[in-house]
């Protein structure tokens, strides 16, 4: 029979947590909106949450406004744009470190050549070799691909490294008793149990992705959110600033919450054991 009362406790947990995450957002926009009518600072430093809300409607087209959109692209093209890049960037950079990540484990003369280099890569800031990459791609979207390629991929391969390391030994030799071959064992037994860090890597290599694209987009970045971030600024249009702000910030928050819901699915045993 189903355990009601550990149903009822987990509805009323995951309402309750609703409500309080509500219920900050609420206090931070009604502290927001305080600041701004008491106009301590001009609106061009602190924008009201109306003006913010109106140049959402007007670059959404939902205002009926004559020249709806930002820059001759509506704001659904804006954040399709960025959306695009960062899926292609983070794809490959996911990719890439997932390999990278298994032969720096698993190959100690690997990880002597290229462990430097992982670290180098990892501590730079991405505006330390955005100009390089605009020097050898040109102003397309080759570089702004290569920038969220190369902030996604160190921290999937330092993850993949470290969790392929950790995994028992007993393991290898039970798939090995079982008949599973020398290739088949990354796939079939390492990967799998190191699943969990290498998904938490997935989650930092996005984080990091995300706070690259406005960098990677102030080079040519017409349309996307980024780009329209840099256009805003240098006409102190700070509410489309803080418009798109908000909007990289709410569609980071939507896709941690589906990597960490293909998480919880993909490695249920997860702080169980």
Not at 13 to 39: K, M, P, S, Y
Not at 189 to 206: F, K, M, S
Request: net charge positive; proline share 7%.
């Amino acid at each position: 029979m189903p355990d009601h009362s550990n149903t009822s406790a987990t509805t009323s947990r995951r309402l309750r947590t609703t409500g309080l995450r509500l219920g900050a957002v609420a206090l931070l926009i009604a502290a927001w909106w305080a600041v701004a009518a008491a106009e301590i600072w001009p609106p061009v430093f602190v924008p009201s949450p109306q003006s913010v809300w109106q140049q959402f409607l007007d670059t959404a087209g939902l205002s009926g406004a004559a020249r709806p959109g930002w820059a001759g692209y509506s704001l659904s093209e804006h954040l399709l744009a960025s959306l695009r890049r960062m899926a292609l960037g983070c794809a490959y950079g996911i990719s890439g470190g997932l390999v990278l990540g298994l032969l720096v484990g698993l190959i100690p003369a690997v990880s002597t050549v290229l462990g430097p280099a992982i670290t180098f890569l990892r501590t730079l800031p991405p505006l330390a070799y955005l100009s390089l990459l605009v020097i050898w791609f040109g102003i397309d979207e080759a570089p702004k691909v290569w920038l969220l390629l190369l902030a996604a991929l160190p921290p999937v391969a330092v993850a993949t490294a470290d969790a392929v390391r950790g995994v028992p030994a007993d393991y290898l030799h039970a798939a090995r008793s079982l008949g599973t071959g020398r290739a088949m064992l990354p796939w079939r037994v390492l990967l799998p149990a190191a699943a969990p860090e290498i998904l938490t890597g997935i989650r930092l290599a996005v984080g990091v992705a995300y706070t690259t694209v406005v960098a990677a987009e102030t080079i040519n970045g017409v349309p996307g959110v980024g780009g329209m971030i840099r256009d805003a600024q240098r006409y102190n249009q700070t509410d489309v600033v803080v418009l798109g702000i908000i909007l990289i910030g709410l569609s980071g928050l939507a896709f941690d919450g589906l990597l960490q819901l293909a998480q919880r699915r993909l490695t249920p045993w997860r702080g169980r054991v």
